[in-house]
């Protein structure tokens, strides 16, 4: 019992296994449609070019993290214009709203890094409750959630899109009734403020301040493969088919969802595009730089599984580009679909050096050599992962549980005095602490 706790905290926090980009989790809107086949990916300029890598601080691994950017358009009679398969608006647990509110309204990013992700032991508020928390706190007076599907909005269903709410704590059973049919989605009021679910081509004109939220989600769930769905193309689509110049846009923000599990990390590349984009808008009109081609042509050969010309162009295209991220860890997958482990552990721990939200990786070899029964190398994986955000317990955790399995006492019992002593929060984690207890019992 208590291997699949550990391993359902640990795959919940950091990545979602097997996780493809061709069968994405199930969203929580009603069934869609495959998108339409777009155009082909224009080709790339001539002459020399910088490759771009986001700055990672530009790359905000929770919601929760983007609230001071929200919290500046309070009292403005601000919009939220919000594209996410989730619409971040879990309940808050009543003993944990003030707490909450004031973490909203005052925190900076390293405190909400601290006090609103789900890999810390005491959070005060986690990123399923991010829109939820700006609500209470009054940054908006309304929400419009656009919904990621290419379904018409008459094969939307009420019944089937509220039970979906519910099931998923979204919205509590009253405020699920509460949901009624409006032109182009369904609509509700929370915390006095009107949320609207919308198709996209149902969004209505907006006038005034206004902040754009994008979560790399909404297009995991649209993304098919490169033949159906060009994810370079849907990307600038996606955000062409947005009236940006005609918006008073004050705050544009991305989260990556990695860290919860909610998106894979090989669609953590749309991060670093989609930063540049937020700060060089006019590259909508533009064709994509080198390196975005350059790794397109790499996602298409990938598709109709050319993995050894997958290998090659990703060589050529990482060693042209040495400081993009996205294109070192398409080397990485590479590398391992060739089996060349050491090789490709090299290229993952620069890739890390990078961008270090990468690091959610080890936690996935981590999980596969748990699969093939490999105790030493998933150790090895969690010390990586540990070594990169030492105050994430949940590795440590796993790695006590790895050591009692082995037999190494001392080094458990080291790990569970450091964890027994945490202050792990009432509300979210109740269960870990006789949990530490029952393995030092052992």
């Excluded at 540049?276 to 598709?303: K, N, S, V």
Aim: glycine share 4%; charged share 25%.
């Amino acid at each position: 019992m208590r291997k699949l706790l550990i391993l359902f905290i640990t795959l919940t926090l950091a990545f979602t296994l097997g996780c493809r980009r061709e069968d994405p989790p199930a969203p929580i809107t009603a069934p869609v449609s495959d998108p339409p086949t777009i155009a082909e990916i224009p080709p790339p300029p001539s002459g020399p070019e910088q490759a771009e890598n986001a700055d990672p601080s530009a790359l905000l691994e929770f919601p929760t993290l983007a609230l001071p950017h929200w919290r500046a358009l309070q009292g403005e009679d601000a919009t939220l214009v919000l594209l996410s398969q989730n619409p971040f608006l879990d309940p808050i647990p009543p003993a944990m709203q003030q707490a909450a509110l004031n973490l909203t309204r005052t925190a900076d990013a390293d405190e909400l890094r601290l006090r609103a992700a789900p890999d810390r032991p005491d959070p005060l508020l986690l990123p399923s409750q991010a829109v939820r928390a700006a609500l209470e706190a009054e940054f908006f007076t309304r929400v419009v959630w656009l919904l990621p599907t290419t379904a018409s909005v008459e094969s939307l269903d009420l019944d089937i899109f509220r039970r979906q709410l519910v099931e998923t704590g979204i919205l509590s059973a009253p405020e699920a009734e509460s949901l009624v049919v409006i032109p182009g989605g369904f609509g509700l009021t929370l915390a006095g403020v009107p949320v609207d679910a919308l198709v996209p081509e149902y969004l209505p004109r907006l006038s005034g301040p206004l902040a754009l939220h994008v979560d790399l989600s909404y297009f995991q769930i649209l993304y098919r493969n490169e033949v159906k769905s060009p994810v370079f193309e849907l990307m600038r689509q996606t955000l062409a088919d947005l009236p940006l110049s005609d918006w008073d846009l004050r705050a544009a923000t991305l989260s990556l969802g990695q860290g919860e599990g909610r998106v894979s990390a090989d669609m953590r590349f749309l991060g670093h595009r989609l930063a540049r984009i937020f700060a060089e808008p006019d590259m909508l009109q533009r064709p994509p730089p080198r390196p975005w081609h350059e790794h397109g042509d790499i996602l298409y050969l990938a598709t109709f599984l050319e993995m050894d010309r997958v290998l090659d162009a990703a060589r050529e295209a990482a060693a042209r580009w040495e400081e993009d991220a996205p294109l070192q860890f398409e080397l990485y997958r590479a590398l391992r679909t060739r089996r060349a482990g050491s090789e490709a552990l090299d290229t993952l721990g620069r890739v890390v050096a990078l961008d270090p939200g990468y690091a959610v990786e080890y936690l996935n070899l981590a999980a596969l050599a748990r699969t093939r029964e490999l105790p030493d190398q998933e150790l090895r994986m969690l010390k990586l992962s540990a070594a990169q955000d030492p105050r994430n317990p949940f590795p440590l955790l796993r790695m006590a549980e790895i050591h009692l399995d082995l037999g190494q006492t001392a080094a458990a019992e080291k790990l569970l005095t450091e964890l027994a002593a945490l202050p792990w929060s009432v509300e979210y984690y109740p269960w870990i602490p006789p949990y530490i207890a029952s393995l030092r019992e052992e």
